[in-house]
């Protein structure tokens, strides 16, 4: 059995340091207050943090909450899914050099409780936080750049895949806000009621442009999100399972340590969660997708966004029929540039793993023609 190595006083990239104090009381709570020695570090800087913010929390909840809830979201959201490490970061950076797209930012889903109001106080301290890339890549971090809004959502609810990072010792449970199977009818509906006033937050704050939104949690929320969003529109990723699997695996290694305020059970016995969980997700999508109307989903290779990336986002804007392409392309173009600097981690993959992670995703594999 292989352990994780964990260093507890590395809280720079701990995501509950920007939890409402509620919400952390919430959760610590739901894991009877359960914190091991490595997390007390990271539990104590998240608390500090949610106290000296909890004061603007609450004037931002009482001077914005009834014009969040009155907000309409006209225009409908466009979801990027597909599992964590198939070019979900990529695609959603690119449609998001479409001026006409709106999407949550890191700052906004480190602080979610107070972005309205004091956002020119506050964000200078998350920026100054936070680390100059990602920890599993060389993806770089800004407070302004596009984010997965599931951070968001986890440091105002306890639904969150991510606190199963944070909370091993409940990790089931909290994976199970992915694909939804055994969670009761009143969390479901707790989950979509945070999730729409979240959604509603950013729209406002965006004054009511159309949201581009990536989460690979989503993935196996496509029937929720429909009741939600009837005519959503949905970009699904998919890249080759057998590096999808040595990617997660060493996203895993690389950022989950840096979020535990738990020990975490053995690097074997997360990778099985990890199998599980990505057959689940995708079993979950496979069921669904097919409630998505006619139209509003294109399925993209990983491989072929990696080679194509103009020619691909361009084909979306069309496919969804989606405005803003050409106004925006040069934009596009130079960011597609700036990308071609970064070094990709390389794996190797020998046939004995081959056959390994075969026999994990066969379904995905075949279905592919990996």
């Given at each position: 059995?292989?352990?994780?190595?964990?260093?507890?006083?590395?809280?720079?990239?701990?995501?509950?340091?920007?939890?409402?104090?509620?919400?952390?009381?919430?959760?610590?709570?739901?894991?009877?207050?359960?914190?091991?020695?490595?997390?007390?570090?990271?539990?104590?800087?998240?608390?500090?943090?949610?106290?000296?913010?909890?004061?603007?929390?609450?004037?931002?909840?009482?001077?914005?909450?009834?014009?969040?809830?009155?907000?309409?979201?006209?225009?409908?959201p466009?979801?990027?899914?597909?599992?964590?490490?198939?070019?979900?970061?990529?695609?959603?950076?690119?449609?998001?050099?479409?001026?006409?797209?709106?999407?949550?930012?890191?700052?906004?889903?480190?602080?979610?409780?107070?972005?309205?109001?004091?956002?020119?106080?506050?964000?200078?301290?998350?920026?100054?936080?936070?680390?100059?890339?990602?920890?599993?890549?060389?993806?770089?971090?800004?407070?302004?750049?596009?984010?997965?809004?599931?951070?968001?959502?986890?440091?105002?609810?306890?639904?969150s895949?991510?606190?199963?990072?944070?909370?091993?010792?409940?990790?089931?449970?909290?994976?199970?806000?992915?694909?939804?199977?055994?969670?009761?009818?009143?969390?479901?509906?707790?989950?979509?009621?945070?999730?729409?006033?979240?959604?509603?937050?950013?729209?406002?704050?965006?004054?009511?442009?159309?949201?581009?939104?990536?989460?690979?949690?989503?993935?196996?929320?496509?029937?929720?999100l429909?009741?939600?969003?009837?005519?959503?529109?949905?970009?699904?990723i998919?890249?080759?399972?057998?590096?999808?699997y040595?990617?997660?695996?060493?996203?895993?290694?690389?950022?989950?340590?840096?979020?535990?305020?738990?020990?975490?059970?053995?690097?074997?016995?997360?990778?099985?969660?990890?199998?599980?969980?990505?057959?689940?997700?995708?079993?979950?999508?496979?069921?669904?997708?097919?409630?998505?109307?006619?139209?509003?989903?294109?399925?993209?290779r990983?491989?072929?966004?990696?080679?194509?990336?103009?020619?691909?986002?361009?084909?979306?804007?069309?496919?969804?029929?989606?405005?803003?392409?050409?106004?925006?392309?040069?934009?596009?173009?130079?960011y597609?540039?700036?990308?071609?600097?970064?070094?990709?981690?390389?794996?190797?993959?020998?046939?004995?793993?081959?056959?390994?992670?075969?026999?994990?995703?066969?379904?995905?594999?075949?279905?592919?023609?990996?």
């Amino acid at each position: 059995m292989t352990e994780f190595k964990i260093n507890p006083l590395d809280v720079s990239f701990e995501p509950l340091s920007g939890s409402t104090l509620i919400n952390l009381l919430r959760l610590l709570a739901q894991n009877k207050f359960k914190v091991g020695i490595i997390g007390i570090p990271r539990m104590l800087y998240s608390i500090v943090l949610s106290l000296l913010f909890s004061p603007l929390s609450f004037y931002e909840k009482i001077t914005c909450n009834k014009k969040i809830k009155n907000t309409k979201i006209d225009k409908p959201p466009i979801f990027i899914i597909g599992h964590w490490r198939s070019g979900t970061t990529y695609i959603h950076n690119l449609m998001a050099q479409n001026t006409n797209f709106a999407y949550p930012t890191t700052f906004q889903t480190l602080t979610p409780g107070l972005f309205l109001k004091f956002e020119k106080q506050i964000k200078p301290i998350v920026t100054a936080s936070l680390p100059p890339t990602r920890p599993q890549d060389c993806i770089v971090l800004g407070a302004d750049l596009p984010q997965e809004e599931e951070y968001g959502i986890g440091n105002i609810s306890p639904y969150s895949f991510y606190h199963g990072w944070c909370f091993p010792k409940n990790r089931d449970f909290y994976y199970s806000f992915v694909h939804m199977n055994g969670v009761d009818t009143n969390r479901i509906n707790d989950w979509k009621k945070t999730y729409l006033f979240y959604l509603k937050k950013v729209t406002l704050y965006n004054n009511g442009k159309q949201l581009v939104l990536k989460n690979p949690s989503n993935t196996g929320r496509v029937k929720l999100l429909l009741e939600l969003f009837p005519d959503a529109k949905f970009i699904h990723i998919y890249r080759d399972p057998y590096y999808t699997y040595l990617s997660m695996k060493r996203n895993i290694e690389k950022e989950m340590t840096l979020y535990c305020v738990q020990k975490p059970a053995d690097q074997e016995n997360f990778e099985i969660a990890m199998v599980e969980m990505y057959n689940r997700m995708y079993e979950k999508y496979f069921e669904e997708k097919k409630l998505i109307p006619k139209g509003n989903l294109v399925e993209v290779r990983y491989e072929d966004l990696k080679e194509k990336p103009y020619e691909v986002i361009k084909k979306i804007h069309q496919e969804l029929n989606l405005h803003g392409f050409e106004k925006n392309q040069e934009k596009l173009k130079s960011y597609i540039k700036t990308q071609l600097k970064i070094n990709t981690y390389n794996y190797t993959l020998d046939e004995k793993q081959k056959n390994k992670i075969y026999v994990y995703f066969k379904k995905t594999i075949d279905l592919w023609k990996y």
